[in-house]
Protein backbone atom coordinates (compact mmCIF):
# COMPACT_ATOMS: atom_id res chain seq x y z
CA UNK A 1 0.00 0.00 0.00
CA UNK A 2 1.53 3.45 -0.84
CA UNK A 3 1.96 6.41 1.28
CA UNK A 4 -1.07 8.72 0.10
CA UNK A 5 -2.99 5.13 0.89
CA UNK A 6 -2.08 5.06 4.05
CA UNK A 7 -2.73 8.18 5.25
CA UNK A 8 -5.87 7.96 4.11
CA UNK A 9 -6.46 4.79 5.34
CA UNK A 10 -5.57 5.84 8.69
CA UNK A 11 -7.63 9.04 8.37
CA UNK A 12 -10.67 7.21 7.38
CA UNK A 13 -10.17 4.81 10.29
CA UNK A 14 -10.19 7.43 12.80
CA UNK A 15 -13.51 9.39 12.01
CA UNK A 16 -15.36 5.86 11.96
CA UNK A 17 -14.29 4.73 14.86
CA UNK A 18 -14.27 8.54 17.07
CA UNK A 19 -17.40 8.82 16.13
CA UNK A 20 -18.89 5.72 16.96
CA UNK A 21 -16.85 6.37 20.31
CA UNK A 22 -18.22 9.95 20.28
CA UNK A 23 -21.67 8.90 19.99
CA UNK A 24 -21.51 6.47 23.07
CA UNK A 25 -19.96 9.53 25.02
CA UNK A 26 -22.69 11.45 24.05
CA UNK A 27 -25.50 8.56 24.81
CA UNK A 28 -23.81 7.66 28.05
CA UNK A 29 -24.61 11.97 29.42
CA UNK A 30 -28.07 11.95 27.52
CA UNK A 31 -28.64 9.04 30.06
CA UNK A 32 -27.10 10.85 32.87
CA UNK A 33 -29.16 13.66 31.61
CA UNK A 34 -32.69 11.87 31.47
CA UNK A 35 -31.85 10.10 34.78
CA UNK A 36 -31.56 6.62 33.14
CA UNK A 37 -28.23 5.90 35.18
CA UNK A 38 -26.58 7.25 38.41
CA UNK A 39 -23.26 9.40 38.28
CA UNK A 40 -21.32 6.58 39.24
CA UNK A 41 -22.39 4.47 36.68
CA UNK A 42 -21.64 7.70 33.86
CA UNK A 43 -18.11 7.71 35.89
CA UNK A 44 -17.43 4.01 35.41
CA UNK A 45 -18.09 3.91 31.25
CA UNK A 46 -16.85 7.43 30.45
CA UNK A 47 -13.56 6.68 31.54
CA UNK A 48 -13.10 3.37 29.26
CA UNK A 49 -14.04 5.33 26.43
CA UNK A 50 -12.47 8.40 27.11
CA UNK A 51 -9.15 6.05 27.14
CA UNK A 52 -10.32 4.39 24.40
CA UNK A 53 -10.42 7.66 22.37
CA UNK A 54 -7.16 9.25 23.54
CA UNK A 55 -5.55 5.66 22.61
CA UNK A 56 -7.09 5.84 18.74
CA UNK A 57 -5.87 9.42 18.58
CA UNK A 58 -2.12 8.00 19.77
CA UNK A 59 -2.24 5.73 17.31
CA UNK A 60 -3.79 7.52 14.23
CA UNK A 61 -0.82 10.23 14.93
CA UNK A 62 1.44 7.77 14.75
CA UNK A 63 0.00 6.28 11.51
CA UNK A 64 -0.41 9.58 10.16
CA UNK A 65 3.64 10.25 10.89
CA UNK A 66 4.62 7.09 9.18
CA UNK A 67 2.80 7.75 6.46
CA UNK A 68 4.33 11.24 6.32
CA UNK A 69 7.54 10.06 6.80
CA UNK A 70 7.35 8.51 3.33
CA UNK A 71 5.76 11.25 1.51
CA UNK A 72 8.93 13.74 3.05
CA UNK A 73 11.05 11.37 1.77
CA UNK A 74 9.50 10.61 -2.10
CA UNK A 75 9.30 15.06 -1.99
CA UNK A 76 13.41 14.73 -1.23
CA UNK A 77 13.50 12.18 -3.86
CA UNK A 78 11.70 13.87 -6.67
CA UNK A 79 14.09 17.12 -5.60
CA UNK A 80 17.65 15.10 -5.88
CA UNK A 81 19.29 15.34 -9.24
CA UNK A 82 18.41 12.83 -11.59
CA UNK A 83 21.29 12.43 -14.82
CA UNK A 84 18.43 10.49 -16.77
CA UNK A 85 16.43 14.08 -17.20
CA UNK A 86 19.21 15.89 -18.48
CA UNK A 87 19.03 14.23 -21.91
CA UNK A 88 15.51 15.55 -22.35
CA UNK A 89 14.42 17.63 -25.50
CA UNK A 90 13.71 20.46 -23.14
CA UNK A 91 17.09 20.74 -21.97
CA UNK A 92 18.67 21.87 -25.17
CA UNK A 93 15.60 24.44 -25.91
CA UNK A 94 16.85 25.74 -22.34
CA UNK A 95 20.62 26.41 -23.68
CA UNK A 96 19.79 29.71 -25.25
CA UNK A 97 20.43 28.71 -28.37
CA UNK A 98 16.93 29.84 -28.94
CA UNK A 99 14.97 32.92 -27.51
CA UNK A 100 11.75 31.41 -25.36
CA UNK A 101 8.83 33.34 -24.43
CA UNK A 102 7.17 33.19 -20.95
CA UNK A 103 4.33 30.55 -22.51
CA UNK A 104 6.98 28.32 -23.82
CA UNK A 105 8.56 28.34 -20.53
CA UNK A 106 5.42 27.33 -18.83
CA UNK A 107 5.01 24.44 -21.26
CA UNK A 108 8.27 23.40 -20.78
CA UNK A 109 6.96 23.32 -16.92
CA UNK A 110 4.12 21.33 -17.63
CA UNK A 111 5.67 18.10 -19.30
CA UNK A 112 8.73 18.41 -16.55
CA UNK A 113 6.56 18.13 -13.44
CA UNK A 114 8.56 15.50 -12.59
CA UNK A 115 11.83 16.69 -13.18
CA UNK A 116 13.40 19.26 -10.39
CA UNK A 117 16.63 19.34 -12.39
CA UNK A 118 14.52 20.56 -15.68
CA UNK A 119 12.28 23.54 -13.14
CA UNK A 120 15.22 24.54 -11.63
CA UNK A 121 16.74 24.82 -15.07
CA UNK A 122 13.71 26.97 -16.30
CA UNK A 123 13.95 29.11 -13.21
CA UNK A 124 17.14 30.09 -14.07
CA UNK A 125 16.90 30.92 -17.55
CA UNK A 126 13.63 32.74 -17.04
CA UNK A 127 16.05 34.94 -14.49
CA UNK A 128 19.17 35.67 -16.99
CA UNK A 129 16.36 36.59 -19.21
CA UNK A 130 14.25 38.60 -17.38
CA UNK A 131 11.33 36.73 -17.72
CA UNK A 132 8.73 35.83 -15.06
CA UNK A 133 9.29 32.44 -13.83
CA UNK A 134 6.07 30.44 -14.33
CA UNK A 135 4.44 28.55 -11.37
CA UNK A 136 5.67 25.21 -10.75
CA UNK A 137 6.05 23.39 -7.79
CA UNK A 138 9.30 23.23 -5.89
CA UNK A 139 10.42 20.91 -3.04
CA UNK A 140 9.70 23.96 -0.30
CA UNK A 141 6.25 24.23 -1.89
CA UNK A 142 5.74 20.67 -1.62
CA UNK A 143 6.82 20.32 2.10
CA UNK A 144 4.54 23.24 2.79
CA UNK A 145 1.46 22.04 1.03
CA UNK A 146 1.95 18.88 3.35
CA UNK A 147 2.67 20.71 6.51
CA UNK A 148 -0.50 23.03 5.57
CA UNK A 149 -2.92 19.34 5.33
CA UNK A 150 -1.24 18.08 8.33
CA UNK A 151 -1.96 21.12 10.16
CA UNK A 152 -5.65 20.66 9.16
CA UNK A 153 -5.85 17.16 10.30
CA UNK A 154 -4.35 17.56 13.85
CA UNK A 155 -6.71 20.34 14.40
CA UNK A 156 -9.85 18.05 13.47
CA UNK A 157 -8.16 15.02 15.37
CA UNK A 158 -7.39 17.42 18.48
CA UNK A 159 -10.86 18.88 18.28
CA UNK A 160 -12.38 15.45 18.45
CA UNK A 161 -12.19 15.58 22.35
CA UNK A 162 -16.01 16.50 22.32
CA UNK A 163 -18.53 14.41 21.79
CA UNK A 164 -19.93 16.83 19.10
CA UNK A 165 -16.90 16.86 17.46
CA UNK A 166 -17.34 17.42 13.33
CA UNK A 167 -14.20 16.84 10.88
CA UNK A 168 -13.82 19.59 8.07
CA UNK A 169 -10.17 18.00 7.53
CA UNK A 170 -9.63 14.19 8.25
CA UNK A 171 -13.01 13.03 6.88
CA UNK A 172 -12.24 14.00 3.51
CA UNK A 173 -10.29 11.68 1.72
CA UNK A 174 -10.80 13.56 -1.61
CA UNK A 175 -9.26 16.66 0.38
CA UNK A 176 -6.27 14.75 1.44
CA UNK A 177 -6.39 12.66 -1.98
CA UNK A 178 -6.57 15.80 -3.83
CA UNK A 179 -3.73 17.21 -1.83
CA UNK A 180 -1.58 14.58 -2.52
CA UNK A 181 -1.95 13.97 -5.73
CA UNK A 182 -0.91 18.07 -5.84
CA UNK A 183 2.45 17.11 -4.54
CA UNK A 184 3.20 15.33 -8.01
CA UNK A 185 5.62 12.46 -6.31
CA UNK A 186 5.22 8.59 -6.86
CA UNK A 187 3.02 8.03 -3.81
Known amino acids: MNAKQKLIDACKHYTGTVTTVNSQL ?4 NQLANRRITKEVY ?3 YGPLAISRE ?3 R ?3 EAIEAATDEIRQQIDRWAEFNPEHASRPDVALL ?3 FPLTAETLQQIVDRNRDSSLILATVDEYARKHDIDRPEHPTAESKHLALDN ?4 VAADIRSANTPESEFDYVGDSDYIGSVLDGLGVNL
Open 43 to 45: SEQ
Open 26 to 29: RELG
Open 95 to 97: SGA
Open 55 to 57: HLQ
Open 149 to 152: LLRH
Open 59 to 61: STI
